[in-house]
Each structure stands twice: as structure tokens, then as C-alpha cells.
């Protein structure tokens, strides 16, 4: 199970999902910490699940900041967001997975678990079997990338390695959307880094002192009003 939904509504339904296609014993890889993607932890635990697997990043962001993050999923998991009910808890996985990777032998299926260090988090992980390739939020279809926890020059490195690494066949789950290709993660690779060199380049007409993008200078950036907005300030802090 690859990421577990923002909370124990979610999550029932995907595992009542799963459970129509298979009796075999779970385990569940998160590919970061963000609540959509680690707080139906608890629900898959309470229905057998033992093995969780995460970044040390990640561990240390669920851990640290789960709680205040609460209020992210307060519209799909009301319950979630206020900490009430079952399966409520927010659970931060003890398999850590480090630089080494790991790889799980489920029987007919082999799956290698890694990360590429920081991108659209601190520690995002990403799992492969055969041709089949699970990106977490690193790739986002239908909508813009999240830049919120985003190290943008990291994420457009990471992205144009995971293109040079996919296939023609290579099939790429993303974090959020439908399933995409190598094109796709060209694409995403290219946009983000002209949209750095944008974004560079409105940082460095501003006055000094303060930052503050017009309409038209978030506008000629490809994420919409909002995301190009903590693009622009993810760029500031982490490149000042
Ligand atoms: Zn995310």
C-alpha cells in the first residue's frame, strides 16, 4: 500500500478497495509526510498491518509537525482534523528507509524502495517494481506541484535524473492524478526549471527588503496564483 489517504475515511475506502482484489498481508510505504498521504496510517495498522515504511525526513516531520498539520484535511477528514475518534492517531513509521534503499520480496513482486533526497519535501520516497514507477508528490498530474516543504532547485534535479531513468514503457504513478509517462516527467522537469529562472529573476527586480510579487509577475509563472506565490518564497529562503 502506497500511502494511506488523509485520514481514516480515506483510507477505510481503500481498503475496502484492496480487499476486493487480495487477502495477502499489507505493508504500507509512505512517500512523505504530508497528511493526504500518512494520516490513514492508524486505520491500515488496526486492520493487521505491521511493516510501515518512511524517510528519517519524513519520520521527523510526522512526528514534529503532524499534529499542527492536523487542519490540512479538515474538509475530506473532519475527524482527523480534530484528533477525535477511531483510528485517529497520527502514526509515524518505524522502518526507516536511508540512503541505501530497501528492497521487499513479496513473493511474486519485488519492490525497491529509495529516496533522492529533498525535493517536493525534505525526504520523499519513491517505489519501483519492473516498469512500474510510484513518485509520490514529486510528480502531480492535474494539478500545480505543491511547493509548500519544496526544495525547487532539488526537486528539478531529482526530476531530470528520474527522466533519464525511465523508459519509453516506464509507467509513472504519480502522487496525485492519473497515471503519466517519461514525457510527462520531462515536461515537469523543463517547466520547473524555467520557472526558476522566472522566479529568479522576479526576486532579483524586487525592492530590497521586502518581497511582495504583483499579479503579473505570479502570473507569468506556470503553478497559478497560489502555489507560484510559495514557489517564489521557497526560492527566497532557501537560495537568499
Ligand atoms: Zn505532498
Same mark, same amino acid.
Given at each position: 500500500m502506497i500511502d494511506t489517504g488523509s485520514g481514516p475515511r480515506e483510507a477505510g475506502g481503500l481498503y475496502q478497495a484492496i480487499r476486493k482484489i487480495t487477502d495477502l498481508?499489507?505493508?504500507?510505504?509512505?512517500?512523505?509526510?504530508?497528511? !493526504?498521504?500518512?494520516?490513514?496510517?492508524?486505520?491500515?495498522?488496526?486492520?493487521?498491518?505491521?511493516?510501515f515504511y518512511i524517510s528519517a525526513e519524513a519520520a521527523e516531520h510526522l512526528r514534529e509537525r503532524g499534529e499542527a498539520e492536523r487542519q490540512l484535511v479538515r474538509f475530506l477528514e473532519p475527524e482527523m482534523a480534530m484528533g477525535k475518534g477511531e483510528y485517529s492517531r497520527i502514526l509515524v513509521p518505524k522502518n526507516i528507509v536511508d540512503e541505501s534503499g530497501v528492497t521487499l520480496d513479496l513473493g511474486s513482486v519485488t519492490l525497491e524502495i529509495f529516496g533522492r533526497g529533498q525535493g517536493h519535501t525534505g525526504g !520523499?520516497?519513491?517505489?519501483?517494481?519492473?516498469?512500474?514507477?510510484?513518485?509520490? !508528490?514529486?510528480?502531480?498530474q492535474g494539478g500545480p506541484p505543491n511547493?509548500?516543504?519544496?526544495?525547487?532547485?532539488?526537486?528539478?534535479?531529482?526530476?531530470?535524473?528520474?527522466?533519464?531513468?525511465?523508459?519509453?514503457?516506464?509507467?509513472?504513478?504519480?502522487?496525485?492524478?492519473?497515471?503519466?509517462?517519461?514525457?510527462?516527467?520531462?515536461?515537469?522537469?523543463?517547466?520547473?526549471?524555467?520557472?526558476?529562472?522566472?522566479?529568479?529573476e522576479i526576486i532579483a527586480s524586487r525592492p530590497a527588503g521586502r518581497f511582495d510579487p504583483t499579479a503579473y509577475q505570479l502570473q507569468i509563472l506556470p503553478y497559478g496564483p497560489e502555489q507560484s506565490a510559495i514557489?517564489?518564497?521557497?526560492?527566497?529562503?532557501i537560495r537568499p
Open positions: 498481508p499489507l505493508v504500507v510505504v509512505n512517500t512523505h509526510a504530508h497528511g !493526504d498521504h500518512a494520516f490513514g496510517n492508524s486505520y491500515f495498522a488496526a486492520h493487521g498491518v505491521q511493516d !520523499d520516497l519513491l517505489v519501483r517494481s519492473g516498469n512500474i514507477l510510484f513518485t509520490g !508528490d514529486l510528480v502531480e511547493f509548500e516543504d519544496a526544495d525547487p532547485f532539488a526537486w528539478s534535479t531529482l526530476l531530470g535524473a528520474l527522466e533519464a531513468e525511465c523508459s519509453s514503457d516506464t509507467v509513472v504513478v504519480p502522487g496525485h492524478g492519473h497515471v503519466v509517462d517519461k514525457e510527462f516527467v520531462g515536461l515537469q522537469h523543463r517547466e520547473m526549471i524555467a520557472a526558476i529562472r522566472e522566479g529568479q514557489f517564489l518564497q521557497r526560492l527566497v529562503e
